[in-house]
């Protein structure tokens, strides 16, 4: 069974900083593209990060440029999201997901592997 499971959400306070991870088993991820969304209550899922299937080529939405950093370690089939200087607006529940190629996409119906979520709230 594959499965994507998300870790490291929580409640924070505007400015804080925040690691999440997501393991992947089942299958290796080495080779594919990979991303983080999230989706705010009663809002669409919205494309936060995605990165290569090397890790050499990373790219954000214009929400998080400059305070996410997106990272995988293939060893560990991981993937990671490094958020900084949190906002009220970054309250989300956050996703991770894959495709099964390594082609850059920034919409949901293009992954085909998705975790639960993990949730993140930022208190003003």
């Known amino acids: 069974q594959v499965q994507l499971v998300e870790s490291g959400g929580k409640l924070v306070q505007a400015g804080d900083s925040l690691r999440l991870s997501c393991i992947g088993s089942g299958r290796t991820f080495r080779n594919e593209y990979m991303a983080w969304f999230r989706q705010a209550s009663g809002k669409q899922r919205e494309w936060v990060a995605g990165?290569?299937?090397?890790?050499?080529?990373?790219n954000y939405g214009d929400a998080v440029k400059g305070r996410f950093t997106i990272s995988r370690d293939n060893a560990k089939n991981a993937l990671y999201l490094q958020m900084n200087s949190l906002k009220p607006e970054d309250t989300a529940v956050y996703y991770c997901?894959?495709?099964?190629?390594?082609?850059?996409?920034?919409?949901?119906?293009?992954?085909?592997?998705w975790g639960q979520g993990t949730q993140v709230t930022v208190s003003s």
């Open positions: 990165i290569s299937s090397s890790g050499s080529a990373t």
């Open positions: 997901a894959a495709r099964t190629d390594w082609l850059f996409a920034t919409t949901a119906d293009r992954y085909d592997f």
